[in-house]
């Protein structure tokens, strides 16, 4: 007889016994039943995904929210993809695609690397994939083993680390300073670099910092390079249009390193195509292909409609996204101003992208009634449950003492979120 189903004489003493004797049998079934995959426990959910789902939450309890946390412009897609998108629909673009990507999207994608980085590419060197995180997972995936270092300056995009994890590599960060905008420098590159060294990421624009390198600074990490010729270098250039300094410089230009660059790129913050979920990977045709192997398993082709609608957005007109940007400069010269205005808050302007990440332990210890503030972490929490303004931890970020707080909203609620965060800080003794 099953234990959970037994019974006893009313006059045993074990009947007061076996109610929790068999409570605690079904529980313990219940947790060999929901015993998940160790491989959980090597990475996290990303802090950024998580600020926008507390937001989230607190809206539906009817507070108003201002998000100032997820990296999405509040543009709409261009008017000229759209109707590309629809017109696929009515011509029926609705089977699967080849994992790689459709070949005049590679085509296109070659293209757009011609326009406007002066790199030579063939579709054999592109892949086309859903979203620039699954061309980064690919790209990793595809070239780290277990054991092998990942070397990432610091800030950097919070899937970094965990992608890298993921794959069992090692991280190994290496912290930049605000006084040189968050920039790695060569003597630090070369002092990271090591034999064991397979892959070296880094962003530019650069999600949370905005610093951009120039083509000197880019010319000093290459010098490093090449003393280490077995290190991949993946270059992620999602933020490209996002410039506010001018010329987008790519470390892809340098021939005798272009074997080895791996230039991750997509549509969603240059064109507003966000929920599209499409990315790129430029690379050497062997990593293209190791990528197609991992792609083919996971997910295969990208969305059909998605991809038509690409061809259009990299091969035309990109006058909406440079009037995209004009408004991006606009809102930051006034986050730069709102900023300066609150005593001790210290910063490096961005150069690109659409964040700004203010030093914010000079709040670390202050208090608010019974609230103490110990790290970023309790910062962007009293932000979010006291002037309701989501932001990001710069722990996530690898960078403890700041906070990211984007300007990718309307300047309205630019305005708004940061006079309550004003006030909020203004609390704070």
């Given at each position: 007889?099953?234990?959970?189903?037994?019974?006893?004489?009313?006059?045993?003493?074990?009947?007061?016994?076996?109610?929790?004797?068999?409570?605690?049998?079904?529980?313990?079934?219940?947790?060999?039943?929901?015993?998940?995959?160790?491989?959980?426990?090597?990475?996290?959910?990303?802090?950024?995904?998580?600020?926008?789902?507390?937001?989230?939450?607190?809206?539906?309890?009817?507070?108003?929210?201002?998000?100032?946390?997820?990296?999405e412009p509040d543009?709409?897609?261009?008017?000229?993809?759209?109707?590309?998108?629809?017109?696929?629909?009515?011509?029926?673009?609705?089977?699967?695609?080849?994992?790689?990507?459709?070949?005049?999207?590679?085509?296109?994608?070659?293209?757009?690397?011609?326009?406007?980085?002066?790199?030579?590419?063939?579709?054999?060197n592109i892949i086309?994939?859903?979203?620039?995180?699954?061309?980064?997972?690919?790209?990793?995936?595809?070239?780290?083993?277990?054991?092998?270092?990942?070397?990432?300056?610091?800030?950097?995009?919070?899937?970094?680390?965990?992608?890298?994890?993921?794959?069992?590599?090692?991280?190994?960060?290496?912290?930049?300073?605000?006084?040189?905008?968050?920039?790695?420098?060569?003597?630090?590159?070369?002092?990271?670099?090591?034999?064991?060294?397979?892959?070296?990421?880094?962003?530019?624009?650069?999600?949370?910092?905005?610093?951009?390198?120039?083509?000197?600074?880019?010319?000093?990490?290459?010098?490093?390079?090449?003393?280490?010729?077995?290190?991949?270098?993946?270059?992620?250039?999602?933020?490209?249009?996002?410039?506010?300094?001018?010329?987008?410089?790519?470390?892809?230009?340098?021939?005798?390193?272009?074997?080895?660059?791996?230039?991750?790129?997509?549509?969603?913050?240059?064109?507003?195509?966000?929920?599209?979920?499409?990315?790129?990977?430029?690379?050497?045709?062997?990593?293209?292909?190791?990528?197609?192997?991992?792609?083919?398993?996971?997910?295969?082709?990208?969305?059909?409609?998605?991809?038509?609608?690409?061809?259009?957005?990299?091969?035309?007109?990109?006058?909406?996204?440079?009037?995209?940007?004009?408004?991006?400069?606009?809102?930051?010269?006034?986050?730069?101003?709102?900023?300066?205005?609150?005593?001790?808050?210290?910063?490096?302007?961005?150069?690109?992208?659409?964040?700004?990440?203010?030093?914010?332990?000079?709040?670390?210890?202050?208090?608010?009634?019974?609230?103490?503030?110990?790290?970023?972490?309790?910062?962007?929490?009293?932000?979010?449950?006291?002037?309701?303004?989501?932001?990001?931890?710069g722990r996530a970020?690898?960078?403890?003492?700041?906070?990211?707080?984007?300007?990718?909203?309307?300047?309205?609620?630019?305005?708004?979120?940061?006079?309550?965060?004003?006030?909020?800080?203004?609390?704070?003794?």
């Amino acid at each position: 007889m099953p234990i959970a189903n037994c019974k006893l004489p009313t006059f045993s003493p074990l009947n007061y016994i076996l109610p929790y004797f068999c409570a605690f049998v079904k529980a313990s079934n219940r947790q060999n039943i929901m015993q998940l995959s160790t491989r959980l426990q090597l990475f996290n959910e990303p802090e950024t995904l998580k600020m926008a789902k507390l937001g989230r939450e607190l809206r539906a309890k009817g507070f108003d929210v201002i998000d100032l946390s997820l990296g999405e412009p509040d543009f709409d897609t261009p008017e000229h993809i759209k109707e590309s998108a629809k017109k696929a629909i009515d011509d029926n673009w609705s089977h699967y695609t080849p994992v790689a990507g459709y070949p005049e999207l590679r085509e296109a994608v070659c293209h757009k690397l011609k326009r406007d980085n002066g790199l030579e590419y063939k579709p054999e060197n592109i892949i086309v994939s859903t979203g620039a995180k699954q061309s980064l997972a690919n790209v990793v995936l595809a070239t780290v083993s277990k054991g092998d270092e990942v070397v990432i300056p610091t800030p950097y995009w919070v899937t970094y680390s965990e992608i890298v994890k993921l794959g069992e590599g090692v991280v190994k960060l290496v912290s930049t300073s605000i006084d040189n905008k968050y920039k790695i420098t060569p003597a630090q590159l070369e002092a990271a670099l090591t034999d064991n060294t397979r892959l070296f990421i880094f962003s530019s624009p650069c999600n949370p910092s905005g610093s951009v390198y120039s083509k000197k600074e880019l010319e000093g990490l290459a010098d490093v390079f090449r003393k280490f010729p077995k290190v991949f270098i993946l270059s992620d250039e999602i933020y490209e249009y996002i410039n506010f300094v001018g010329k987008h410089e790519s470390i892809g230009q340098f021939a005798d390193l272009k074997d080895r660059v791996i230039i991750i790129n997509g549509l969603s913050k240059g064109f507003a195509m966000t929920g599209y979920r499409l990315g790129f990977v430029a690379a050497h045709p062997d990593v293209v292909k190791a990528c197609e192997k991992l792609q083919g398993q996971f997910t295969s082709g990208a969305n059909s409609i998605t991809q038509r609608a690409a061809i259009t957005a990299l091969t035309t007109d990109l006058r909406p996204t440079m009037e995209m940007v004009e408004e991006f400069g606009r809102r930051k010269k006034r986050v730069m101003e709102l900023m300066d205005a609150i005593p001790g808050l210290t910063y490096a302007e961005p150069d690109g992208a659409f964040y700004v990440f203010p030093t914010i332990s000079q709040y670390f210890g202050k208090k608010n009634g019974s609230e103490t503030i110990n790290d970023a972490d309790d910062l962007c929490m009293y932000l979010l449950n006291s002037a309701h303004v989501s932001t990001v931890t710069g722990r996530a970020f690898g960078e403890p003492a700041c906070i990211r707080i984007s300007f990718a909203n309307s300047m309205e609620k630019i305005e708004t979120g940061w006079k309550r965060i004003t006030e909020a800080l203004g609390k704070l003794v």
